[in-house]
T-cell receptor, first 113, second 114 residues
Framework: SAVISQKPSRDICQRGTSLTIQCQVDSQVTMMFWYRQQPGQSLTLIATANQGSEATYESGFVIDKFPISRPNLTFSTLTVSNMSPEDSSIYLC??????????FGPGTRLTVL | AQKITQTQPGMFVQEKEAVTLDCTYDTSDQSYGLFWYKQPSSGEMIFLIYQGSYDEQNATEGRYSLNFQKARKSANLVISASQLGDSAMYFCAMRGTTGNQFYFGTGTSLTVIP
């Protein structure tokens, strides 16, 4: 298994600002992902965080809005840029240990005013 | 296209009783994996159980079991001896053969009544 921590656990931000969320895994993993969960909704994949190269974004998500870093096999950051109230969500980091093992961090609960 | 359907937005169960949460899926992949996660109000996603499409036995993990019916494309989660701490959202998810996408259902909110 993998233990995943995220910082911050929650934040309240002003419109137009940016927030960087950190994700730390307790072991080296090949694949890390960022998900968004809007209020009352299911999870949506934002991007795959690739170590040593640019992240792979899903349809509807762009690098300018959600820049991602993956400097090594245990750490990744997601920045939510130029925030608006529509960005209020839970952001979850995820790590795939094997085909049948994918774990999630505790999430970052973001509120944008 | 891959799709996960959870038709029960909310379920209630009496403490100590068993409950079944429904999940059906659609995929053209021959090999795939099915997952169940629990999400308490705190927001974390807790992995519960996994079933591979070629697994002949239904998966079990403690009080959780997965009723896998491949021909019907269903992967229902059974929770035995419900506890108050089981109250949470439950998500069914699927991964196919290729790609990174992890397809989630819309979730079922379970409330355990004392």
């Amino acid at each position: 298994s993998a233990v995943i921590s995220q910082k911050p656990s929650r934040d309240i931000c002003q419109r137009g600002t940016s927030l960087t969320i950190q994700c730390q895994v307790d072991s080296q993993v090949t694949m890390m992902f960022w998900y968004r969960q809007q209020p009352g909704q299911s999870l949506t994949l934002i991007a795959t965080a690739n170590q040593g190269s640019e992240a792979t974004y899903e349809s509807g998500f762009v690098i300018d809005k959600f820049p991602i870093s993956r400097p090594n096999l245990t750490f990744s950051t997601l920045t939510v840029s130029n925030m608006s109230p529509e960005d209020s969500s839970i952001y979850l980091c995820s790590a795939r240990v094997s085909y049948n093992e994918q774990f999630f961090g505790p999430g970052t609960r973001l509120t944008v005013l | 296209a891959q799709k996960i359907t959870q038709t029960q937005p909310g379920m209630f169960v009496q403490e100590k009783e068993a409950v079944t949460l429904d999940c059906t899926y659609d995929t053209s992949d021959q090999s795939y994996g099915l997952f169940w996660y629990k999400q308490p109000s705190s927001g974390e996603m807790i992995f519960l159980i996994y079933q591979g499409s070629y697994d002949e036995q239904n998966a079990t993990e403690g009080r959780y079991s997965l009723n896998f019916q491949k021909a019907r494309k269903s992967a229902n989660l059974v929770i035995s001896a419900s506890q108050l701490g089981d109250s949470a959202m439950y998500f069914c998810a699927m991964r196919g053969t290729t790609g990174n996408q992890f397809y989630f259902g819309t979730g079922t909110s379970l409330t355990v009544i004392p």
